[in-house]
């Protein structure tokens, strides 16, 4: 749980002091210096159902992450919400960003023949 393991995919910072590093087996907090353990933050005992390709946040607080089957999940900081409701095996968010309100994810469905544009809009709720 304190050391990063896993297809390491991604890395997020809005600061100098710390690092949210994405991976197949959770995202991993760690100070930047390196001193002391990492933290794993995950909703699974092993691997995220999906290997995330994108992460983007407002803070390091309010972070989403995206990847393949349609996985895509937010991290408040402490824990991981999985949106399982969206799983496709047909499919991949490639790139997630937020502005405000707002959160984008894009990527594409795939098939034998053909591929498709894939892009969810997501808005939280006023508050």
């Not at 710390?18 to 991993?28: D, K, N, P, T």
């Not at 699974?44 to 159902?49: A, E, I, K, M, V």
């Not at 607080?61 to 990847?67: A, M, N, P, R």
């Amino acid at each position: 749980p304190d050391s990063i393991s896993g297809a390491l995919s991604g890395v997020f910072t809005t600061s100098n002091r710390r690092l949210l590093i994405g991976g197949s087996a959770g995202i991993y907090g760690s100070r930047s210096d390196r001193v002391g353990p990492g933290s794993r933050y995950s909703f699974t005992s092993s691997f995220f159902p999906g290997l995330p390709n994108g992460m983007r946040g407002r803070s390091m607080s309010d972070l989403f992450i995206v990847g393949d089957y349609n996985f895509i999940a937010h991290f408040n900081g402490a824990t991981v919400k999985w949106y399982d409701g969206l799983i496709s095996t047909s499919s991949r968010f490639k790139s997630v960003d937020q502005k405000g309100a707002i959160a984008v994810a894009v990527g594409s469905t795939f098939g034998p023949l053909d591929r498709k544009g894939l892009v969810l809009f997501g808005r939280r709720p006023a508050p």
